[in-house]
């Protein structure tokens, strides 16, 4: 299991474009992805896991990844967060 915090830093938080982002980059991957917000734990692939977390800019999140590739998953997905999802 790999895990990473990350900082929100997409102005609008992780509302439908970043969300629809991040869940294609996610779904890239073998592993399982998560995101964990304020304890609860959400699938990054799924479009309506993402939207419901609620996550809005400056949000500390925590990316969990689970896997064959989970170190690859973990960091991409993070890289994608961290970078404002091209915002």
């Given at each position: 299991?790999e895990k990473?915090?990350?900082?929100?830093?997409?102005?609008?938080?992780?509302?439908?474009?970043?969300?629809?982002?991040?869940t294609?980059?996610?779904?890239?991957?073998?592993?399982?992805v998560?995101i964990?917000v304020?304890?609860?734990r959400y699938n990054?692939?799924?479009?309506?896991?993402?939207?419901?977390a609620?996550?809005?800019?400056?949000?500390e999140?925590?990316v969990?990844?689970?896997?064959?590739d989970?170190k690859?998953?973990c960091?991409a997905?993070?890289?994608l967060?961290?970078?404002?999802m091209?915002?």
């Amino acid at each position: 299991m790999e895990k990473r915090k990350v900082v929100v830093v997409a102005k609008a938080g992780l509302h439908a474009r970043p969300a629809n982002l991040l869940t294609k980059e996610a779904q890239h991957f073998h592993s399982s992805v998560e995101i964990s917000v304020r304890g609860t734990r959400y699938n990054a692939k799924s479009l309506i896991g993402i939207l419901a977390a609620g996550v809005d800019c400056g949000t500390e999140i925590e990316v969990v990844c689970e896997g064959t590739d989970e170190k690859e998953a973990c960091e991409a997905v993070t890289k994608l967060i961290a970078g404002g999802m091209g915002e």
